[in-house]
Nanobody, 116 residues
Framework: QVHLVESGGGLVQPGGSLKLSCAASGSIFSSNPVVWYRQAPGKQRVLVAV???????NYADSVKGRFSISRDNAKNTVYLQMNSLKPEDTAVYYC??????????WGQGTQVTVSS
């Protein structure tokens, strides 16, 4: 089973930026869509961004224009560049593979906190 490890989260002020990374233990990204989800305290996990095997991307309305998903197949890594962060972006961010059916177990996620 391929495992995913998310990293790059932290505490940032409103308007700041963070770049999250999602590293896979095997070569699974190149042939599958990769997704970023987030889960805020007390809320359900929601889809934030997706990149398919051809590199096409799609975003939730709440992050469109501020977040950018990209992939480096050679490094088995997918990134989420987050700009103009808002307090409502505070959540644990998770990556996974597959859409609509997710293929892997969830990783530990990475905490993003946007606060002054």
């Amino acid at each position: 089973q391929v495992h995913l490890v998310e990293s790059g989260g932290g505490l940032v002020q409103p308007g700041g930026s963070l770049k999250l990374s999602c590293a896979a233990s095997g070569s699974i990204f190149s042939s599958n869509p990769v997704v970023w989800y987030r889960q805020a305290p007390g809320k359900q996990r929601v889809l934030v961004a997706v990149i398919n095997s051809r590199g096409s991307t799609n975003y939730a309305d709440s992050v469109k224009g501020r977040f950018s998903i990209s992939r480096d197949n050679a490094k088995n890594t997918v990134y989420l560049q987050m700009n103009s962060l808002k307090p409502e972006d505070t959540a644990v961010y998770y990556c996974n593979v597959g859409l609509p059916k997710l293929l892997l177990d969830w990783g530990q996620g990475t905490q993003v906190t946007v606060s002054s």
